[in-house]
């Protein structure tokens, strides 16, 4: 999840959501650690302005294990 700061009013209703502590104040918006979000949605459905978005970033690292073969079952007879 990434917040778009131009929408977020700084009310801080998601902080206390987030599961993985993932979201802090920067200059009194939100923002979300990239790395410790799991995008369990949580936050998004928390925020009345909707000013938290997904960006589906879990699709896209399934499709990257999947093509690179990790655990050489490719390579087997
Ligand atoms: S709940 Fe929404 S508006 Fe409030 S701080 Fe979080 S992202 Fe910003
Ligand atoms: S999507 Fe879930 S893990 Fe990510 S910031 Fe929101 S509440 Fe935290």
Do not use: H, W
């Amino acid at each position: 999840m990434k917040v778009d700061r131009e929408l977020c009013v700084g009310c801080g209703a998601c902080l206390n959501l987030c599961p993985r502590l993932a979201i802090r104040f920067i200059d009194d918006k939100s923002f979300i650690d990239q790395v410790s979000c799991i995008e369990c949605g949580t936050c998004r459905a928390g925020c009345g302005v909707d000013a938290i978005l997904c960006d589906c970033r879990f699709p896209e690292i399934l499709l990257l294990n999947l093509t690179s073969d990790t655990y050489g079952k490719g390579e087997r007879s």
